[in-house]
C-alpha cells in the first residue's frame, strides 16, 4: 500500500538479507547483541558493528541509535529497544511506538530512504504479535502523514509465514 507518497509492504524473511538503506534493529538496551534478530543482525555485520555499538553506551527503551551495516546488505543499522511486555498497563504501547518514531526520525534526519522494520519487542520480550503490529503500522502511518514523501519504502518483517500473516492483517485493516 501507499501511504504519504511511500511504499509500505510486508516481506517475509531474513531481514539481514535485505539491501536497503537501514534496517532496524530490535536490540537490548546494551546495544551488544543478543538473542533472534539482534544476534542475527551482529552475526551478519560482523565484529565491526559490536565494536562501535560499544561506543554508544547503550540506549533507552523508546529511542533509536545509528551505526554502520558493515558486512550487512543495508548501509546503516538502526537499534531501537523496544519494551518488555507485562500486560500492556505499563506504556508498553507508548513505549513501542515511540521505538518506530525515534527510528524514523533518526532515517529521516540522516537521508535514509529505504528501512526494513522487524517486529519489535515480540520475541523474548513477550509482546503479543497481533498488538504489536497494529501499534507498529499506527506509529509508521501517523509519521508519514506528518512528512509525506520522507522514505520510499518502508518494509515489516516477518521471518516466518505467522508473524507476516500478523502484519499483513495490521497493514490491511490500516486500508479499512
Known sequence: MELGGTRVE??????TQLA???IVNAANSSLLGGGGVDGAIHRGAGPELLAECRELGGCPTGEARLTGGYKLPARQVIHTVGP?????GQGEAELLARCY???LDLARGA???TLAFPAISTGVYGYPAAMAAKVAVGAIANLLREHPGAFDTILL???????TAV???ALAALEN
Do not use: E, N, T
Not at 518483517?157 to 508473524?163: Q, S, T
Open 10 to 15: 510486508v516481506w517475509q524473511g531474513d531481514i
Open 20 to 22: 536497503v538503506d537501514a
Open 84 to 88: 518488555v511486555w507485562h500486560g500492556g
Open 101 to 103: 518514531r525515534s527510528s
Open 111 to 113: 537521508g535514509l530512504r
Open 157 to 163: 518483517v516477518g521471518f516466518d509465514h505467522d508473524a
Open 167 to 169: 502484519l499483513r492483517a
